[in-house]
């Protein structure tokens, strides 16, 4: 049974930063999603093993996203959060997106973290 598991969340000032870290390996394509009440997921970033990124806009410039191999974790540090950052943040993976346009489609994605909440404070 596959398992990504997200840790890094927590609660933050608007301003402040926050990274979130998720642990997989051996996936071509990966991503972070976020979810908040009554919204649907949608993508915030991902990568592909060949080193490709790509953002949703509301968080171009502010976020980065990130793999370290050799410890087979995924990274999305978010920096200038602001009170509508505030979502449960899930990792996600496959290998099977065949396009660089589909990376921040949920439907994608066969593998998914329990989530992490962020919450950013006015």
């Known amino acids: 049974q596959v398992q990504l598991v997200e840790s890094g969340g927590g609660s933050v000032q608007s301003g402040g930063s926050l990274r979130l870290s998720c642990a997989l390996s051996?996936?071509?394509?990966m991503g972070w999603f976020r979810q908040s009440p009554g919204k649907e997921r949608e993508g915030v970033a991902a990568i592909r093993s060949d080193g490709a990124t790509t953002y949703a806009d509301p968080v171009k410039g502010r976020f980065s996203i990130s793999q370290d191999n050799a410890k087979n974790t995924l990274y999305l540090q978010m920096n200038s959060l602001k009170p509508e950052d505030t979502a449960m943040y899930y990792c996600?993976?496959?290998?099977?997106?065949?396009?660089?346009?589909?990376?921040?489609?949920?439907?994608?994605?066969?593998?998914w973290g329990q989530g992490t909440q962020v919450t950013v404070s006015s």
């Open positions: 051996g996936y071509t394509s």
């Open positions: 996600a993976a496959d290998n099977r997106i065949r396009a660089y346009w589909l990376l921040l489609l949920r439907d994608e994605y066969n593998y």
